[in-house]
């Protein structure tokens, strides 16, 4: 084990080489993805695909890991401030960078071995839990929310592990049909919704720790769905009691052989160079 | 190219349990996993466990030579899912020990006659056969397209905990 790991090596003895093999697909670069790449980064990942087609604009400085007054003037990519935050704790690292919508790339999620979303809009969960259920790729989907309640504003967000053969987002009631309705109703009307630095980043942290028990546990309570609940205004973090509720149910949602694999799949040209004696 | 394996480890546990039974006269039980494709980029597929297909009792032959023959019914009855739904369909077995499994010369020359069978049912699929240690597991997939068959490169247990193994090295053949 390389000595930057020495302090977890109680991860076990294999982690690191885990964590090395190990590619990571992060959709969404903004206040929670980049504690997300910082984070796994410092944790030894060093197979990276990032998707995001923003460039770095002053509102995102409140909150933006690794983003500076310089690349506000230049107008730098977030996925450019990623790579440059990975490239910067491991120079070997494999980053690769997408500039544009996951949907437009979808094919490069097959290969990955999970999947962070940290998006804003249900209808892109959705859809991108539909296209990780495809390709049996566990889901993270991270998010926070703020309302305006009597006393203020009450501050929220979310840790949902989707893992394929166990219960989806639907089950869990964290996508609802009226929830999607209503967004797509108020589409390009919302405007930018509020986001702060410490809330994000404690939603990564959780994120990555639930990602970390996952390839590497260090004890054996895993839990292949997790769903918690973040409550910034009592600074907690509690597993969601619909999780509870539903923890005997099967999901019903991705049950078919036509949820797998593409639809129409045709095999390309081959090359043969992993054939047996070929 | 990249073939990798995907099954979730509840389907893999479902295996496991069946294929440790024992037969009334057999030395070990097969079954088949019935699986789907994705194409990777830049090259290569991902093979998806869908769901798992046991051997009935009834569809063994004596012969003492092998662990486990498969009777007609046997391969009929895969064939027959394949034809019915789109899927590949993959051959499974345990060798009953740790570390890194790998296919016996029995299990390729008997896995090398059937597998072009699938092709008639579903010739645009890949097909193939799979070898499960206690700890491991190996596997290929044969295209027509391809000579001869290609070895996983990546076999992943989807599910907590996560685990993958590398492919093995094809030149133990």
């Excluded at chain 1, 695909?49 to 400085?61: A, K, M």
């Excluded at chain 1, 999620?109 to 566990?138: H, M, N, Q």
């Amino acid at each position: 084990m390389k000595e930057r790991f020495k302090r977890q090596s109680f991860l076990g003895a294999r982690s690191d080489l885990i964590l090395n093999d190990c590619v990571v697909a992060i959709i969404g670069l903004g206040g929670g993805g980049s504690h997300v790449v910082q984070q796994l980064a410092h944790l030894g990942v060093y197979n990276f695909i990032l998707f995001d087609p923003d460039r770095v604009e002053e509102t995102n400085l409140n909150r933006l890991i690794g983003a500076t007054a310089q690349d506000l003037v230049e107008g730098t990519l977030k996925t450019v401030v990623a790579s440059r935050m990975i490239k910067g704790i491991n120079p070997d690292a494999s980053v690769e960078c997408i500039n544009d919508t996951w949907q437009e790339h979808h094919a490069l999620l097959r290969g990955c071995d999970v999947i962070f979303g940290c998006l804003d809009s249900y209808r892109d969960r959705y859809e991108l839990e539909i296209a990780s259920r495809r390709y049996l790729t566990p889901y993270l989907d991270i998010g926070m929310d703020v309302h305006e309640a009597d006393e203020g504003f009450c501050v929220s967000g979310q840790v949902i592990l989707s893992m394929p053969d166990h219960l989806c987002m639907r089950c869990l009631g964290f996508l609802r049909e009226e929830l999607l309705a209503r967004e797509a109703e108020n589409y390009g009307a919302a405007g930018g919704r509020p986001q702060v630095v410490w809330a994000n980043g404690i939603l990564a942290s959780a994120a990555v720790g639930v990602f970390t028990q996952l390839f590497t546990p260090w004890h054996k309570s895993h839990a292949a769905t997790v769903y918690l609940e973040y409550d910034g205004n009592t600074s907690s973090i509690t597993s969601s009691n619909r999780l509870a509720s539903m923890k005997d149910r099967e999901c019903p949602h991705f049950v078919g052989f036509r949820d797998l694999g593409d639809p129409f799949w045709i095999p390309e040209p081959v090359r043969a160079e992993r054939s047996l004696g070929g | 190219m990249i073939v990798a394996f995907k099954i979730t480890g509840r389907l893999l546990a479902r295996v496991y349990e069946d294929l440790s039974r024992p037969h009334p006269f057999a030395a070990e039980r097969v079954g088949f996993l019935s699986c789907r494709v994705g194409a990777l980029r830049p090259a290569g597929w991902v093979v998806l466990a869908h769901d798992f297909h046991p051997v009935a009792d009834a569809d063994y032959l004596r012969d003492r030579s092998v662990g486990a023959m498969m009777g007609p019914a046997a391969i009929r009855n895969a064939l027959q899912f394949a034809l019915g739904n789109e899927v590949g369909m993959f051959h499974v077995h345990i060798h009953g020990h740790r570390g890194n499994p790998w296919f016996s010369g029995v299990d390729l020359r008997e896995t090398a006659k059937f597998v072009p069978d699938f092709w008639h049912a579903r010739p645009q699929l890949v097909h193939g056969a799979i070898v499960l240690s206690w700890d491991s597991a190996a596997g290929l997939c044969w295209h027509p397209q391809v000579p001869k068959p290609i070895v996983f490169s990546k076999f992943s247990v989807v599910g907590a905990p996560m685990r993958t193994w590398r492919g093995q090295d094809e030149g133990k053949v």
